[in-house]
């Protein structure tokens, strides 16, 4: 019972990564890392993953302080991003 709930869930995150890291790959910002053990010639799955993980971290400013306990809300560029590819998705 769990697969069928996590499946779905799974490839649509694969798809949200894909669509964010095609347009990354387009504005010429998706960071290809490079191996030791051979050269790569375009970018793979977790390539892309980590520059969208980095763009995600990056615009994140959550607060944990004890002065301040309570979350912040996301960085008004990621929401407005994350909303686009959806819309781009559906």
Known sequence: MGIARSTPVLMAL?????????????????????????????????????????????????????SKPDMQKPHPLLTEHLCFMAARAA
């Open 14 to 66: 694969f798809s949200i990564v894909t669509l964010w890291a095609d347009q990354l790959f387009k504005e010429q910002k998706l960071t290809t890392f490079s191996t030791a053990w051979y050269s790569k010639p375009s970018p793979t799955f977790s390539d892309a993953l980590a520059s969208v993980r980095y763009r995600i971290w990056r615009f994140q400013h959550f607060c944990t302080s004890v």
